[in-house]
T-cell receptor, first 110, second 114 residues
Framework: DAKTTQPPSMDCAEGRAANLPCNHSTISGNEYVYWYRQIHSQGPQYIIHGLKNNETNEMASLIITEDRKSSTLILPHATLRDTAVYYCIVRVGVDNDMRFGAGTRLTVKP | GAVVSQHPSWVICKSGTSVKIECRSLDFQATTMFWYRQFPKQSLMLMATSNEGSKATYEQGVEKDKFLINHASLTLSTLTVTSAHPEDSSFYIC??????????FGSGTRLTVV
């Protein structure tokens, strides 16, 4: 699976959009981009995933660049409860094992 | 949605004793279950992968005789930390996977060995 690079930490003001970047320059054509988050002392929570096209669900939006070498997770209106570590993972399909990088620690501030 | 129950959520045990952690898929049959370990301020590290009815596959550096994994049914996997020592204190997380369901994680077990 392709390696990912994320900034170690980010801050965001409550109510503003949080934009979390992820670089995956070695991604293969059949690898998906997945985003999970982990709130302190809990198990990871699925957020969103995509292959080529931008995706949106009730939690977030995922913007994937045309060359697929990077992506951005957007939380449109961050709340204090969005404070967590966000993990960007690339892998082939849903049936491969999941390995976590260091992630980005997002702190939403009032 | 798919739910994975992990029990206990926290446990304290004496050094030298064994501890069992359970992971159950409540509303789906998990063909594969995964066990992770997470030390403070670090990411999740995959320990082992288990398929129902088969022996678990351990990641490099994980002692299979120390971390016993049993996946006897499609809804239950257990991780037993044998002869636990303080350095085994960690946050253990399971995940269950099924076709069409993807990955679902348990809420984790905080193990403290004293």
């Amino acid at each position: 699976d392709a390696k990912t690079t994320q900034p170690p930490s980010m801050d965001c003001a409550e109510g503003r959009a949080a934009n979390l970047p992820c670089n995956h320059s070695t991604i293969s054509g059949n690898e998906y981009v997945y985003w999970y988050r982990q709130i302190h002392s809990q198990g990871p929570q699925y957020i969103i995933h995509g292959l080529k096209n931008n995706e949106t669900n009730e939690m977030a939006s995922l913007i994937i660049t045309e060359d697929r070498k990077s992506s951005t997770l957007i939380l449109p209106h961050a709340t204090l409860r969005d404070t967590a570590v966000y993990y960007c993972i690339v892998r082939v399909g849903v049936d491969n094992d999941m390995r976590f990088g260091a992630g980005t620690r997002l702190t939403v501030k009032p | 949605g798919a739910v994975v129950s992990q029990h206990p959520s926290w446990v304290i045990c004496k050094s030298g004793t064994s501890v069992k952690i359970e992971c159950r898929s409540l509303d789906f049959q998990a063909t594969t279950m995964f066990w992770y370990r997470q030390f403070p301020k670090q990411s999740l590290m995959l320990m082992a992968t288990s398929n129902e009815g088969s022996k678990a596959t351990y990641e490099q550096g994980v002692e299979k005789d120390k971390f016993l994994i049993n996946h006897a049914s499609l809804t239950l996997s257990t991780l037993t930390v044998t002869s636990a020592h303080p350095e085994d204190s960690s946050f253990y997380i399971c995940s269950a996977r099924a076709s069409g369901v993807g990955y679902t994680f348990g809420s984790g077990t905080r193990l403290t060995v004293v």
